[in-house]
C-alpha cells in the first residue's frame, strides 16, 4: 500500500468535527486499501488521481455510514422507492434481496458512478453509462474489500449521536452549521454540490476582484447560505429541508419546523418598524413586507424607518423569519433610482396563451418550425402576436424551432433538437441525430424546458434516446433511459428540474 496516500486531513473533511476518533483511523486504512485495490484492476478507463482518490473517500464513507447507521444512504435509497418504486436507478435490484442495514454491491455500483458522473461527466459533458463493464469490475473489487471488512468494522458513534441530537434541530445557528456541512462536504451531496460552489467562488472572484480577501470571504459566506437552502442537491436533486425531513422522519419533534424552512435570497429591504422583538422590512423591488426576529442579528446600527436599508438574505424557521448569512446597511438615499416593480399575475395571461394556441394549432400544444421565419409567421398571424418581437432576437440565427404551451407556463420555445422528436407532425425528425443527441435533451442543463421533455416521453416521442456502453445494444440502452428518465433528469438538469413548481 503506498503511505499517505489519502490523508487523514481528507478522511476529516467529510466529517462535521475536527478531532479525530479511533474509528477515523481504521476508516482512513480502509479508503486507501479501495484506492489500492482500484488499481489492481488494471483497466484502461483512466480518472484524475484525486477524483479517484475522493471517490475511494466517497465509498468508504458509505460504509461508515451503514455500519454506524447514520441514515444518510437510507434517506437516499428510501426516497428513491418511494419515488420510482425501487430501491435504485439502472441496477435490477430485487426489493427481497436488498438489505438497507447491510452493504450492497448495487449501492457500490451507483456511489462509483454517481461520484464519477458529478466530479468527471458533468464538467467534460462526458456522459459514463451506469453499466459500463469496467466500471462494474472496479465495483466488484472495492465491494469485496468492504464485505471483508463488514463483521469487524467499528461503529463511529460520535457521529451517530451528532446527527441523530435533537439539540440541533432546536437551534437554528446549530442547525445551519450541521446543513453547511450536510450540503458541502457529506459523502452523499459534496459530489452534487462541488460545481455550485466552485461556480460562486469564481462568481465571487470576478465580480468583487477589488474587495480584500476577507472581503470576499464575507461575500461567499452570505450568498453560500442563500445557495445552500435554494438549490437541489444530492442524487435525487432535493432541497435541504427534504433531505432533513427524510432524515429526521415524521415522528421528530420538529418535524414540522424542518418542512416548513425556507428561504428569501438576499434582497434590499427598508426598515418599516421596530419593536423590542422584531424589525418590519419591506422589500424596494417588489410587494413583499415581513417580520424578521430581532435577536436573529448578532449586532444592530441605530435602525431609522423609512430610512434604514438592510441587504440581507432570511430563513424562515420556528414560526419566523430569521436573519440569513450576513447583513449589510445603508441608506434609502442610495436607492433613489430604484422602485418597486408592480406584482403580475401571470396565471391568467398563461392561461390564455395556452387556450389560444390550441384553437389555432389543431388542438396540440406542440408545433415545429425549420427557420425562425416560419415560427415568427405563426406566432405573428395565428397567435396575432405584434410582428418584430424583440423577445426573440438571441434567437433568430438558431434552426428548428419547436413551440410548446403549458397552462402553466404558457409559451415555451427550445431550439435545434426538433431532429430528435418523433412525431407525425414533425417534418426535421431524423432518426441518425436522434440517436446521438436524443439522450442530450435529459441532461443538458437549458437545452429543452422541463415541461416539454415531460412532455415529449410520456408521448413515446424520443424513442432514440439512448445511453450506449460498450456493447452498443441499442433496446438496452434505450430502456436504461426511459425507465430511469425522471432520476436522470433530476440528477443532471438540478435547478432546471424544479423549474415546473413553486421551489
Known sequence: ??????????????????????????????????????????????????????????????????????????????????????????????????????????????????????????????????????????????????????????????????????????????????????FAHSYLMEPSTNEKIMETQNFVQKKFEKNTPEQKNMIMYGIMQDVILSYPCGPLALHMNEWLCALAGKEHPEYENIRQLKVKQTCNCVVEHVTDESITLSNIMKEDSFDINKASFKKLPELVPGKTVITAGYVWYGGRWNLNGIAAFNDIANYANVHKQPHRDLSKIHAAVYAKFLQVNGNSPIAYFRSFDEMNDFLVKKMEWPDNNKTFDAIKDKRNYILFVSEDKGLLIAVDIAECVKDNNNPMYDHQVAEKKAFLLFVNKGQCPIELLEYLEEEGKLPDACLFDETKNMEKGCKLVHENWDFIARMFLNEFYWANTNQ
Open 1 to 182: 500500500m503506498q503511505k499517505n496516500r489519502i490523508n487523514m486531513n481528507e478522511w476529516m473533511e467529510l466529517h462535521p468535527y475536527d478531532k479525530t476518533e479511533f474509528t477515523d483511523n481504521y476508516y482512513l486504512k480502509i479508503a486507501n486499501e479501495l484506492a489500492d485495490s482500484w488499481d489492481k484492476c488494471n483497466i484502461q478507463f483512466k480518472i484524475h488521481e484525486k477524483v479517484k482518490n475522493r471517490i475511494c473517500l466517497y465509498v468508504t464513507a458509505y460504509f461508515e455510514d451503514i455500519i454506524s447507521d447514520f441514515g444518510l444512504w437510507n434517506t437516499f435509497v428510501t426516497k428513491h422507492k418511494d419515488f420510482y418504486d425501487k430501491w435504485l436507478p439502472f441496477y435490477d435490484v430485487q426489493s427481497a434481496e436488498y438489505l438497507t442495514d447491510e452493504i450492497n454491491l448495487a449501492d457500490v455500483k451507483f456511489i462509483l458512478w454517481y461520484s464519477i458522473q458529478e466530479l468527471a461527466g458533468k464538467p467534460l459533458h462526458n456522459i459514463l453509462p451506469p453499466t459500463f463493464g469496467p466500471l462494474q469490475t472496479v465495483a466488484e473489487e472495492l465491494y469485496k474489500v468492504l464485505d471483508r471488512e463488514f463483521e469487524k468494522a467499528p461503529i463511529n458513534e460520535r457521529l451517530t449521536k451528532l446527527m441523530k441530537k435533537d439539540t440541533i434541530y432546536k437551534s437554528l445557528p446549530l442547525l445551519k452549521q450541521y446543513l453547511n456541512w450536510l
